[in-house]
């Protein structure tokens, strides 16, 4: 996979939040990692770690009192550096589909389903006329097993687990070489889960993909709490605490043999009821107050002095103690 030009490359990608009466809010910091046609990479990482901060990062879509460093390259472009008005016409939608965190909050409330979708079709796809649209609008929400006779409802009459697949069904319809999934199994029961990662799966997976200069194919980057579709869907993971990605792994090894090899990566999984079932002690950082080294010391068993230097990203995990690359027995306990 990595000998093909990636679909976006990220590099040093730092975001900080300015808060008056108070210092900067470290929410992302130095982010390196490259998303490849046909890959799905998963985001992991417990909640306020940075995930959706970089994600809106991508997309242009941070407040105003955000600063923002490193680059983001979609092919040729730039998406740091890109303004609103290119973010706007030639980005969201076309070259990146997006599956928002509160689909809620993205959808017209005062329009049905159905005309937003159709006019997501009419703007992305080109297709015109009554007939066609209204069969492209049913064919796009059957994708992401919306039903067709919730279409003619508006936002505030569907739950939040139909919201979530409307959303999924709208982010599908520009066939974009990136989809970015902000939590997209959020409100869903088991087999919604598994039909919506599978459904993700088939738009990387399918041949031919759109190739504007990213290179054939298409790619998927998910952020998600839900490591069960973590397992099913990805192809590498990335594990975030406290801002930074700490391991950066394949999934197989990530799942399996031979399991993560950062201490906080381990406990995830170790915190996963078929699995040990035990909760990591203590609560993160404040983004506001990180310390110098290891963010993750202070709730780290294998913490020592020269955690309070801060570790790099060497290979796959930024740690001092990583685990060794033999089987972890306690992970799969």
Same mark, same amino acid.
Request: proline share 7%; charged share 20%; glycine share 10%.
């Given at each position: ?82 303004d609103e008005r290119t973010l706007a016409r030639t980005v969201r939608g076309r070259r990146i589909g997006l599956i928002p965190q509160s689909p809620a909050a993205h959808l017209t409330p005062v329009r049905t389903i ?13 297709? #015109? =006329?009554?007939? +066609? ?19 003619? #409802? ?8 139909? +919201?979530?697949? +409307? ?6 319809? =520009? ?26 799966? #088939? ?32 192809? #590498? ?38 699995r040990a079932f035990t909760p990591i002690p203590g609560m993160p950082p404040e983004l506001g107050a990180l310390p ?5 010391? +202070? ?35």
């Open positions: 996979m990595t000998e093909r030009p990636p679909v976006l490359s990220v590099r040093g990608l730092s975001v900080r939040f300015l808060v008056p009466g108070s210092g900067p809010v470290a929410a992302v910091t130095d982010a390196h990692f490259d998303v490849v046609p046909g890959e799905c990479l998963a985001l992991i990482g417990e909640s306020g770690c940075g995930k959706s901060v970089l994600a809106s990062a991508l997309l242009g879509l941070l407040p105003a009192n955000a600063q923002t460093a490193g680059r983001a390259l979609l092919g040729d472009l730039d998406l740091l550096a890109a159905r005309s937003q979708m159709e006019e997501t079709v009419a703007e992305l796809t080109g297709v #015109r =006329g009554r007939t +066609a649209l209204r069969a492209a609008a049913e064919k796009a929400a059957d994708r992401a097993a919306f039903p067709a006779d919730h279409l003619d #409802r508006h936002p505030h009459e569907l739950s939040g687990g139909l +919201a979530q697949r +409307a959303a999924t069904a709208l982010a599908l319809v =520009g066939d974009a070489p990136l989809l970015l999934a902000d939590e997209p199994t959020t409100g869903l029961d088991r087999d919604l889960v598994d039909h919506t990662v599978d459904e993700l799966r #088939r738009h990387v997976d399918a041949p031919g993909g759109p190739d504007d200069g990213t290179g054939e194919g298409r790619a998927l980057l998910m952020i998600t709490h839900d490591l069960a579709a973590a397992e099913r869907v990805a192809d #590498r993971v990335a594990v975030m605490y406290a801002g930074r990605i700490v391991e950066l792994t394949d999934a197989s090894a990530f799942f399996g043999t031979p399991g993560p090899r950062h201490p906080y990566s381990r406990g995830l999984l170790n915190a996963l009821p078929d110098e080294g290891c963010a993750f010391a +202070a709730r780290c068993d294998h913490a020592t002095a020269a955690c309070a230097t801060l570790p790099p990203l060497t290979e796959t995990v930024a740690c001092h103690h990583p685990a060794p690359v033999e089987a972890l027995e306690d992970v799969r306990a």
